[in-house]
């Protein structure tokens, strides 16, 4: 039986195909949808307007129920669950996003639907095939809750008591590729963890940076782009993003008010409207701001409703303050989740690795463009330096001629700017020994996404 799930709180239906195991959905994609309503406005059924990349095969889940319909000349999915023409068809502000398992298969959708349309109401005809959520397993069950401001004292992880009233939680920055998420987790950090690059998509696996005030512990964590699932490693991208917002207790979404909101930010900003937690507008970069910037920020605020906007200047340090007091109003009381003297969870190797694939992202240009991944192989400390060698990992051939450049001029390049980041960031002195190899497609073998330490169970 096709089954529905109404989160009301997000305004959420999900049709399900066949049952879901947590887990289970391997990539998502999304379309263009419709609701079948009858002459009183009740639900009757979804329409999805799927693309010709969509096969039959993909859609063995949905067809084997008998209310599923699947037109090729208008490439629609129909799920009609009432047997009845619908007196109108309700097109969707959103995307619908659908879901595929590890075969490709779709196994449902996630619809968004705008408050205003009242969707509890209108799903009496449907009551049969609606099943409810499993309440503890949903976004922003932790934190907000009274329990935690009940509890009589706080205490640190090494049992000394904190201050009245302290607080804690993640927020997840969100944003398109290039707003300044890293430069502004750096600057809020005071500290550089986070690789920059006037590149899109600099980074690849959340980071999570460690903000500790007297009065509270922010973990910030720098979600990667949201971007078109075009490999594997993209999709991966995608899933860390849409699992960062629903663990938020704050959603910073940060854009560039120098640019008009584009589709990306449509989706990015849809995303964290469905999310429970508190939702700040972080307008970037204003320290360039133009003339239509009036008109950018209207743009940006109708993607909201935002419980806060703040301007900032990542690049300068400007309103970092307003924007941590914001934050820390928005947390939950609770204790420290890290101990108060860490800044990252990223190890010094991994750090290391992320300065040398910045200074490749520096040197190169779209020959190389993001194919590109750094291992550590060997790291010994010693006496006078640490001795650290590295393979450069990339896609093609050619690309290793590139990087590696004429005598080895490229890669000297690269080598000694890495260096000078790492000897800054360890403290010491360190000889540094790179490696070029081509290892074709890896983005799309899953055996060396693991290898190279993606993992999309963190
Ligand atoms: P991310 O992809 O969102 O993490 O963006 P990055 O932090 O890598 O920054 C992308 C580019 O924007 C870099 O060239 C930064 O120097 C630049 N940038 C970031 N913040 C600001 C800012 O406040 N003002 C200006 N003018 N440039 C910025
Ligand atoms: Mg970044």
């Not at 010709?52 to 009609?80: C, F, G, M, N």
């Not at 906007?309 to 204790?335: H, N, Y």
């Amino acid at each position: 039986m096709v089954t529905i799930s109404l989160d009301p709180g997000a305004g959420t239906l999900y049709w399900y195909f066949t049952e879901i195991e947590a887990g289970s959905t391997d990539g998502e994609g999304e379309c263009d949808g419709t609701l079948l309503l009858d002459a009183d406005g009740q639900v009757i059924g979804v329409g999805l307007e799927l693309d010709e990349s969509i096969t039959r095969a993909d859609l063995a889940l949905a067809l084997q129920h008998p209310q599923v319909r699947y037109d090729r000349k208008s490439v629609t999915l129909t799920v009609a669950l009432i047997d009845e023409e619908p007196a109108e068809v309700q097109p969707l502000h959103e995307p619908a996003v659908l879901d595929f398992d590890a075969q490709g298969r779709l196994q449902g959708c996630e619809l968004l639907v705008a408050r205003e349309f009242g969707l509890a109401e209108r799903l009496a005809r449907l009551e049969t095939f609606v099943v409810s959520l499993d309440e503890d397993e949903g976004p922003g069950a932790r934190g907000q809750g009274p329990e935690i401001a009940e509890k009589p004292e706080l205490l640190t992880p090494d049992s000394r008591p904190l201050p009245p009233g302290y607080r804690s939680g993640f927020v997840a920055l969100v944003g398109k590729p290039n707003v300044g998420k890293s430069t502004l987790l750096n600057a809020l950090l005071g500290q550089k963890i986070a690789i920059v690059s006037p590149k899109p998509q600099t980074t690849r696996v959340p980071l999570r940076g460690i903000l500790n005030r007297p009065d509270a512990q922010i973990i910030f964590v720098d979600t990667p782009g949201i971007h078109d699932p075009r490999t594997k490693l993209g999709s991966f991208m995608v899933e860390q993003a849409r699992r960062s917002i629903p663990d938020a207790d704050v959603v910073c979404f940060v854009v560039d008010i120098s640019a008009p909101p584009n589709r990306v930010e449509q989706r990015i900003a849809a995303l964290a409207r469905r999310a429970r937690a508190a939702r700040i507008l972080v307008l970037n970069k204003v320290d360039q701001r133009t003339r239509a910037g009036q008109e950018h920020l209207d743009a940006y605020r109708a993607l909201g409703p935002w419980d806060m906007e703040v301007a900032v200047s990542a690049l300068r340090a400007q309103g970092l303050e307003t924007l941590v007091d914001e934050i820390v109003k928005r947390l939950p009381p609770g204790a420290p989740l890290y101990p108060q003297d860490q800044v990252t969870d990223q190890s010094e190797r991994e750090h290391t690795a992320e300065l040398v694939r910045e200074q490749v992202l520096r040197y190169t240009e779209q020959e190389v463009p993001h194919g590109v991944a750094v291992e550590v192989e060997e790291w010994e400390e010693k006496e006078l330096a640490i001795y650290i060698r590295m393979t450069i990992y990339v896609e093609k051939e050619s690309q290793k001629g590139i990087l590696i450049g004429a005598g080895g001029a490229m890669l000297k390049q690269i080598g000694s700017g890495a260096r000078r980041g790492i000897e800054a960031a360890l403290g010491r002195q360190i000889y540094l020994d790179l490696w070029v190899k081509a290892r074709p497609n890896w983005r799309d073998d899953p055996s060396s996404l693991h290898w190279l330490g993606y993992r999309s169970d963190s």
